[in-house]
């Protein structure tokens, strides 16, 4: 079992930034990729990022450009830098963690999710 927690979400004007950050505990050798999903009001959650445990990245193009996903040494902690922020950016975001697991597939932890508002 993986636990991940959020947090860096807030209030912040058209054009802004904001660092989003996702600790995890537990199981976290066996994970495979980690990455940040988000959910606007009324719409289904979205994929926006993804770093491998290789550290391959990559984005949703409505982000690339503006936001970067990391990690730290450990790979218990990822992070979402996002810059350049727009009114469409708003929504819950929630760190993913996931594992490949043989004779399983794909088993996914998730973040109680950050809101993230971008406003005047």
């Known amino acids: 079992q993986v636990q991940l927690v959020e947090s860096g979400g807030g209030l912040v004007q058209p054009g802004g930034s904001l660092r989003l950050s996702c600790a995890a505990s537990?199981?976290?050798?066996?994970?495979?990729?980690m990455g940040w999903y988000r959910q606007a009001p009324g719409k289904e959650r979205e994929w926006i990022a993804v770093?491998?445990?290789?550290?391959?990245?990559n984005y949703n193009d409505s982000v690339k450009g503006r936001f970067t996903i990391s990690r730290n040494s450990a790979k218990d902690t990822i992070y979402l830098q996002m810059n350049s922020l727009k009114p469409g950016d708003t929504g819950v975001y929630y760190c993913?963690?996931?594992?490949?697991?043989?004779?399983?597939?794909?088993?996914?932890?998730w973040g109680q999710g950050t809101q993230v508002t971008v406003s005047s």
């Open positions: 537990g199981s976290i050798s066996s994970i495979n990729a």
């Open positions: 993913n963690f996931f594992e490949l697991r043989v004779g399983v597939g794909r088993i996914d932890y």
């Open positions: 770093i491998t445990n290789g550290g391959y990245t």
